[in-house]
């Protein structure tokens, strides 16, 4: 086996170290390293059967269960790049991932495929159908269908003939919802991968006793390192698609899961639950990913779980993971995004690429080997996103330059070298002559108790440049926009205060991996004020 580490490498490296060590659980089905490792190679030698050349792609559009993982790692282990499908999205949405990386293999279930079918035939580059159960294997037009079961055959496994690939090869193509248009596929290396996860297993202290809920989608970045971070650790990972968040609390408890990751929309659900006290007993840490949560809720789940140490983390698909804030800190600092990951380094730039002052506000840019290998099929943007470190920053005496990503983020760093999240360039509201960060009004607004949920956003307006609105599903039914813009008109300056509340008593959108989408709110109320004088 080479020295180098790739992606399938995390489970072969579990299997020689623990073969019969739990390693992967859906439902009332846990496999081992070492059975999960023999899937893996069965379905790599399936992958090569069908043809798949090395750095071809293959599409991934399921739920989270075993041949999601299975056909993940296999791919790998085939040379080839695996595309994780948000199971949530729609066929139209599907066949433009499909299209846009050019998918040689689509691994799906029946129930999928038959709301896929007429999108498919847009399509070319699609050659073969791997479907879930035991479809009998036919040959259309266009495309072979086969079993899942048929893949893992004995019969019809042979090795890769393509040479084995480096750990600069692609391994993951992540699709992320672009702040216009089309979502973006972000190209990660097996370098970007196994570099994540033993730096988010490292901070986390994950050891083989972990059982770790996978409970975001393995679409999603946060989401699919669960999986890695656990392999590298040589931990479990519990499978779970649940549809109310006491699923959740349930297989908590059931599972004895010692830790979870989420994003804020989940932890508000997740904090607003009775949690069984049996929990503390064997959860010893929650993790946030996604965006900011909210103080309030994060003393609420410390108070629920206190026996769970909680980590803050901030991170970007560009670069998997930036930063997270040492739990010791957060007494102190509750509002920070923390510290770079170990083995990264960020830093905070002015427009003309010279590093900001303490507490001067900044562009968050990242180097090191998380950071990806661009957007497929899309040199523009990946020029503007990913860009070479300015001469004066890189390390002395280094010719070439090193390319960096610049996230969009706005951060500042205080004089400890602590990072705080200001907000997204693109989603900024300059009201008034003012910058306002959407979080800073929502985190005031879940300060007054009044909120379950909460999104702010800028919309138009012809006076004031953009005018604030809070869009809100109230604690209770009988709180009113009257009351709290009272209570925020006594937390926040005046060119804080929202133009507009709008009350909602249902959820409020979310996008694919499962944040409020407030671009989609914005997207409501741009013509509010459009006939104001």
């Known amino acids: 086996m080479s020295d180098s580490w790739l992606l399938h490498h995390l489970i072969e490296r579990s299997a020689r170290r623990a073969p019969t060590a739990p390693a992967l659980t859906a439902g009332s089905s846990t496999q081992d390293y070492a059975s999960l490792w023999q899937l893996v190679q069965a379905c790599a030698r399936g992958f090569a059967s069908l043809g798949l050349a090395r750095s071809q792609r293959v599409g991934i559009y399921l739920d989270k269960r075993i041949e999601t993982v299975v056909a993940s790692f296999g791919a790998s282990a085939a040379g080839g790049v695996f595309v994780p499908?948000?199971?949530?999205?729609?066929?139209?949405?599907?066949?433009?991932?499909?299209r846009d990386c050019n998918v040689r293999v689509l691994v799906t279930s029946p129930e999928r495929l038959l709301t896929l079918r007429d999108a498919l035939a847009a399509c070319p580059d699609l050659q073969?159908?791997?479907?879930?159960?035991?479809?009998?294997?036919?040959?259309?037009?266009?495309?072979?269908?086969?079993?899942?079961?048929?893949?893992l055959d004995e019969e019809n496994r042979q090795p890769p003939t393509h040479d084995v690939p480096t750990e600069l090869d692609m391994a993951a193509i992540l699709y992320t919802s672009g702040s216009t248009?089309?979502?973006?596929?972000?190209?990660?290396?097996?370098?970007?991968?196994?570099?994540?996860?033993?730096?988010?297993?490292?901070?986390?202290?994950?050891?083989?006793?972990?059982?770790?809920?996978?409970?975001?989608?393995?679409?999603f970045d946060a989401g699919f390192s669960q999986l890695t971070t656990a392999f590298h650790a040589g931990a479990r990972v519990v499978l779970l698609n649940y549809l109310m968040p006491r699923d959740i609390v349930?297989?908590?408890?059931?599972?004895?899961i010692t830790g979870l990751t989420a994003v804020p929309p989940l932890w508000l659900q997740l904090a607003a639950q009775p949690l069984p006290a049996g929990i503390s007993s064997h959860l010893r840490y929650i993790a946030n990913t996604g965006g900011h949560l909210p103080e309030t809720t994060l003393k609420t789940?410390?108070?629920?779980?206190?026996?769970?140490?909680?980590?803050?983390?901030?991170?970007?698909?560009?670069?998997?993971?930036?930063?997270?804030?040492?739990?010791?800190?957060?007494?102190?600092?509750?509002?920070?995004?923390?510290?770079?990951?170990?083995?990264?380094?960020?830093?905070?730039?002015?427009?003309?690429?010279t590093e900001c002052a303490p507490n001067e506000p900044g562009e968050l840019v990242q180097r090191g080997p998380l950071v990806a290998m661009g957007y497929w099929n899309d040199a523009e943007?990946?020029?503007?996103?990913?860009?070479?470190?300015?001469?004066?920053?890189?390390?002395?005496?280094?010719?070439?330059?090193?390319?960096?990503?610049?996230?969009?983020?706005?951060?500042?760093?205080?004089a400890d070298g602590f990072l705080y999240f200001i907000g997204r360039t693109d989603e900024m509201i300059k009201t008034s002559g003012y910058r306002v960060s959407p979080s800073e009004v929502e985190e005031e607004a879940y300060a007054t108790g009044l909120v379950a949920e909460c999104a702010a956003v800028g919309v138009p307006h012809p006076q004031l440049g953009a005018a604030i609105v809070l869009i809100v599903t109230p604690a209770h039914t009988d709180i009113d926009a009257a009351a709290l813009l009272a209570a925020l008109k006594t937390r926040v300056p005046a060119y804080q205060v929202p133009a507009q509340i709008a009350l909602r008593h249902e959820a409020l959108p979310r996008n694919a991996n499962g944040k409020i989408d407030r671009k989609a709110l914005a997207g409501e109320f741009a013509d509010l004020f459009a006939t104001a004088q």
């Not at 266009?142 to 079993?147: F, P, R």
């Not at 349930?250 to 004895?256: D, G, S, T, V």
């Not at 923390?338 to 427009?351: F, H, M, Q, S, Y």
């Open 85 to 98: 499908i948000n199971p949530l999205l729609k066929p139209d949405q599907v066949a433009y991932i499909l």
């Open 128 to 151: 073969h159908l791997v479907v879930t159960g035991n479809a009998s294997s036919t040959v259309t037009n266009t495309h072979a269908t086969h079993s899942w079961q048929e893949v």
């Open 181 to 219: 248009g089309r979502p973006k596929g972000v190209v990660l290396s097996h370098r970007n991968m196994v570099a994540g996860a033993r730096s988010v297993a490292e901070y986390l202290g994950n050891h083989p006793g972990d059982s770790l809920l996978a409970a975001l989608p393995l679409s």
């Open 250 to 256: 349930k297989a908590l408890e059931r599972e004895k």
């Open 301 to 353: 789940l410390m108070q629920s779980l206190p026996s769970a140490t909680p980590y803050l983390m901030y991170g970007l698909t560009e670069a998997f993971r930036a930063t997270y804030l040492d739990p010791a800190e957060i007494a102190r600092r509750p509002d920070s995004i923390g510290k770079a990951i170990p083995d990264n380094e960020v830093l905070v730039l002015r427009e003309d690429g």
């Open 381 to 414: 943007k990946t020029a503007e996103r990913f860009r070479p470190l300015p001469a004066h920053l890189r390390p002395h005496g280094l010719m070439l330059p090193e390319i960096a990503v610049y996230s969009g983020d706005t951060v500042r760093r205080d």
